[in-house]
């Protein structure tokens, strides 16, 4: 398999609900990121990986929790939800840091639902 | 800190007429600029980049899109649409370590 997988495509949970998220890249690349995609607007940055270790949080709120265990996987860990956290969760991955070299290779997306 | 403005929200064009979607960035240097595609239930997928010399970019599935520096526009065009070009589109800009700013995206309606 190849690209960037993610699983699940479709959940849906509630509020006081506990569920992950799961991202497998095959591309061989050493960053690894999520996005939250809303309706209308811009994409968000969540989180960044490099070389498994997080450089990048954009002020997400702590229900939301990333972890990645090496640097093919990256789970997104949720607890606590808000009905307004429902969006497409996008995980991405590039091939290394640095300006320029964010050439993104997108999964499909999970798509969440929080009643 | 860069922005990109996406000015049309959604655009209609017949199959086998032109397009074209606007893209302007706000960052003080030469950015690196994309233009990424997302079909329904799908990610996102690379179209073209620039990251410099020759500003005419070409990309896949027919698209080119141009670098204006005077007018801080990345403008992504197709001289003939098809069908499955009924897509959103998505115009980024890197100008930082990790951080690629998307503009809001475009919907693309193609009508027979």
């Known amino acids: 398999e190849t690209g960037v997988t993610q699983t699940p495509r479709h959940l849906v949970m509630g509020m006081t609900n506990k569920k992950s998220l799961k991202c497998e890249q095959h591309l061989g690349h050493n960053a690894m990121y999520w996005y939250k995609q809303s309706a209308k607007k811009p994409l968000e940055l969540m989180f960044v990986?490099?070389?498994?270790?997080?450089?990048e949080n954009n002020s997400v709120p702590s229900r939301f929790s990333p972890e990645c265990p090496n640097s093919s996987h990256l789970f997104l860990h949720l607890h606590t939800l808000q009905p307004e956290d429902s969006a497409l969760y996008l995980c991405?991955?590039?091939?290394?840091?640095?300006?320029?070299?964010?050439?993104?290779?997108f999964g499909a997306g999970s798509r969440l639902t929080v009643l | 800190a860069q922005s990109v403005t996406q000015p049309d929200i959604h655009i209609t064009v017949s199959e086998g007429a032109s397009l074209e979607l606007r893209c302007n960035y706000s960052?003080?240097?030469?950015?690196?600029l994309f233009w990424y595609v997302q079909s329904p239930g799908q990610g996102l997928q690379l179209l073209l980049k620039y990251f410099s010399g020759d500003t005419l970019v070409q990309g896949i599935k027919g698209f080119e899109a141009e670098f204006k520096r005077s007018q801080s526009s990345f403008n992504l065009r197709k001289p003939s649409v098809h069908w499955s070009d009924a897509a959103e589109y998505f115009c980024a800009v890197d100008s930082n370590d990790y951080k690629l700013s998307f503009g809001a995206g475009t919907t693309v309606t193609v009508r027979a």
């Open positions: 991405a991955s590039s091939q290394e840091r640095g300006l320029g070299a964010n050439v993104l290779t």
């Open positions: 990986y490099s070389l498994e270790e997080r450089v």
């Open positions: 960052y003080g240097a030469t950015p690196y």
